[in-house]
């Protein structure tokens, strides 16, 4: 499966942006899918990850109660609605997929688990 991310830009402290990853190739319906991101000088940062079945989702603390993950099947599409953004969210956010996960297995936060990335999109919070 081919990713492909989009939507990161610049943005003010307090407002809101929309992630997209478009996959190709191949159904998501049946892969963990998760966003990770990478500040400059930084270790690869877990984000949020969802269940192909969408009932099983994981934040990381320090996103949570502010960032919103989703899927369109329809669309073959991952989203990350990021709202009450911060200067501390700026990093290359990463989309992955899982193609392992199991039925009743949970959606890894480790990025080892996830076996095709895309390129990542570039999100700037200025404060």
């Known amino acids: 499966v081919q990713l492909q991310a989009s939507g990161g830009g610049l943005v003010q402290a307090g407002g809101s942006l929309r992630l997209s990853c478009a996959a190709s190739?191949?159904?998501?319906?049946?892969?963990?899918m998760a966003w990770f991101r990478q500040a400059p000088g930084k270790t690869r940062e877990f984000v949020s990850a969802?269940?192909?079945?969408?009932?099983?989702?994981r934040y990381g603390d320090s996103v949570k109660g502010r960032f919103t993950i989703s899927t369109d099947n329809v669309k073959n599409t991952l989203y990350l609605q990021m709202n009450s953004l911060k200067p501390e969210d700026t990093a290359v956010y990463y989309c992955?997929?899982?193609?392992?996960?199991?039925?009743?297995?949970?959606?890894?936060?480790?990025?080892?688990?996830?076996?095709?990335w895309g390129q990542g999109t570039l999100v700037t919070v200025s404060s």
């Open positions: 992955a997929a899982d193609p392992s996960v199991t039925e009743f297995g949970l959606p890894s936060t480790g990025g080892t688990a996830y076996d095709y």
């Open positions: 969802i269940h192909w079945s969408g009932t099983k989702i």
């Open positions: 190739g191949r159904p998501i319906t049946n892969y963990a």
